[in-house]
T-cell receptor
Framework: NAGVTQTPKFRILKIGQSMTLQCAQD?????MYWYRQDPGMGLKLIYY???????DKGEVPNGYNVSRSTTEDFPLRLELAAPSQTSVYFC??????????????FGSGTQLSVL | GQQLNQSPQSMFIQEGEDVSMNCTSS?????WLWYKQEPGEGPVLLIA?????ELTSNGRLTAQFGITRKDSFLNISASIPSDVGIYFC?????????????FGEGTQLTVNP
């Protein structure tokens, strides 16, 4: 198993550009998440999904969109990139929503800079 | 929103020393988790705690779930250079309300050989 795979690893965007961060998992996990990590800060939840076709907002959803057409894929879309979206983005997945029973598996991150 | 205060922010220690870090919250959490993040990688779960007062070890790592359910502690004994990384605490308040893990700001650990 590859686990959680994120692409790209690095990206530089100009203000106003759009892009999609890709995330795929091959563990047949129902639950997938997108977090952002700013320097010196913990991870903040952007969006999450409890299964194909179902998504919900996290703590910091503004400026982002997600879709979940398959169990495996959970792309994150930035429509109009802003400097405030410069961050490291992590995708994660879990089998159960009960974190106490199941691990949260993280991808290796996407470093995004908006200039 | 809920906030976890993690301290210290950073630590510089010599190989062989013991390390302690903690996380406190104004809210009660029912699950406490400790993660380690190495450069260029996502966080990896080290220890999970499920009950107030619980003390759990994973090799040289020991974590405790505070009695008040508002804090947790992580200790690393006899540190080695590969312990370098950022350590995050995370709490889950309610298993049934969605996966709303709240993360601390992290403790950057540097171990000098």
């Amino acid at each position: 198993n590859a686990g959680v795979t994120q692409t790209p690893k690095f990206r530089i965007l100009k203000i106003g550009q759009s892009m999609t961060l890709q995330c795929a998992q091959d563990m047949n996990h129902n639950y997938m998440y997108w977090y952002r990590q700013d320097p010196g800060m913990g991870l903040k939840l952007i969006y999450y999904s409890v299964g194909a076709g179902i998504t919900d907002k996290g703590e910091v959803p503004n400026g982002y969109n997600v879709s979940r057409s398959t169990t495996e894929d959970f792309p994150l879309r930035l429509e109009l990139a802003a400097p405030s979206q410069t961050s490291v983005y992590f995708c994660a997945s879990s089998y159960s929503i009960r974190i106490s029973n199941e691990k949260l598996f993280f991808g290796s991150g996407t470093q995004l800079s908006v200039l | 929103g809920q906030q976890l205060n993690q301290s210290p922010q950073s630590m510089f220690i010599q190989e062989g020393e013991d390390v302690s870090m903690n996380c406190t919250s104004s809210s009660i959490f029912n699950t406490w988790l400790w993660y380690k993040q190495e450069p260029g990688e996502g966080p990896v779960l080290l220890i999970a705690l499920y009950k107030a007062g619980e003390l759990t070890s994973n090799g040289r790592l020991t974590a405790q779930f505070g009695i008040t359910r508002k804090d947790s502690f992580l200790n690393i004994s006899a540190s080695i250079p590969s312990d370098v990384g950022i350590y995050f605490c995370a709490g889950q308040r309610d298993e049934t309300s969605g996966s709303r893990l709240t993360f601390g700001e992290g403790t950057q650990l540097t171990v000098n050989p």
